[in-house]
T-cell receptor, first 113, second 109 residues
Framework: NAGVTQTPKFQVLKTGQSMTLQCAQDMNHEYMSWYRQDPGMGLRLIHYSVGAGITDQGEVPNGYNVSRSTTEDFPLRLLSAAPSQTSVYFC????????????FGPGTRLTVL | QKEVEQDPGPLSVPEGAIVSLNCTYSNSAFQYFMWYRQYSRKGPELLMYTYSSGNKEDGRFTAQVDKSSKYISLFIRDSQPSDSATYLCAIFTGNQFYFGTGTSLTVIP
């Protein structure tokens, strides 16, 4: 199993550009989530999904969109990038919404100029 | 008030020392408490979790929850240089996870 994979590993955007961060898992996990990690702020939940077709907002959802058309994939879209979105983004998955055992991807380092 | 608070450190100890990492949480209804380890430029990995209160031991690592004071701890015995990492505490509400800011630990050979 590859576990949780994320692409790209690094990305530089200009203010106002849009892009999609990809996340995939091959463990047949129902629950997937996106976090951003900033110095001094820890991991903050952006959006999460408890299954295909179901998504919900986390702590910091503004400026981000998600959709979940398959169990395996959970892309995160930045609609109009801003410098405040410079961060490291992690995708995570777990077997179901009721278990605390989350598996994290390797992260995407995003810089918005 | 944040759901979980953690002292960011940094913490530096000699090899072989006992390390104590601590967090406080806000809601007495929380039931799942986790500890993650994150190496530099890597994703967090789950070390262990406890449900409700009490202790849980896994090798050199012991997680402890004190629900009366809303305090969670991770103890590392016989610390090794390979334990040098950032340790994050987290709570799980049933559908959302909340993380502490992480404590950076360096174990000096």
């Amino acid at each position: 199993n590859a576990g949780v994979t994320q692409t790209p590993k690094f990305q530089v955007l200009k203010t106002g550009q849009s892009m999609t961060l990809q996340c995939a898992q091959d463990m047949n996990h129902e629950y997937m989530s996106w976090y951003r990690q900033d110095p001094g702020m820890g991991l903050r939940l952006i959006h999460y999904s408890v299954g295909a077709g179901i998504t919900d907002q986390g702590e910091v959802p503004n400026g981000y969109n998600v959709s979940r058309s398959t169990t395996e994939d959970f892309p995160l879209r930045l609609l109009s990038a801003a410098p405040s979105q410079t961060s490291v983004y992690f995708c995570a998955s777990s077997y179901s919404g009721g278990t605390p055992e989350q598996f994290f991807g390797p992260g995407t380092r995003l810089t918005v100029l | 008030q944040k759901e979980v608070e953690q002292d960011p450190g940094p913490l530096s100890v000699p090899e072989g020392a006992i390390v104590s990492l601590n967090c406080t949480y806000s809601n007495s209804a929380f039931q799942y408490f986790m500890w993650y380890r994150q190496y530099s430029r890597k994703g967090p990995e789950l070390l262990m979790y406890t449900y409700s209160s009490g202790n849980k031991e896994d090798g050199r690592f012991t997680a402890q929850v004190d629900k009366s004071s809303k305090y969670i701890s991770l103890f590392i015995r016989d610390s090794q240089p390979s334990d040098s990492a950032t340790y994050l505490c987290a709570i799980f509400t049933g559908n959302q996870f909340y993380f502490g800011t992480g404590t950076s630990l360096t174990v000096i050979p």
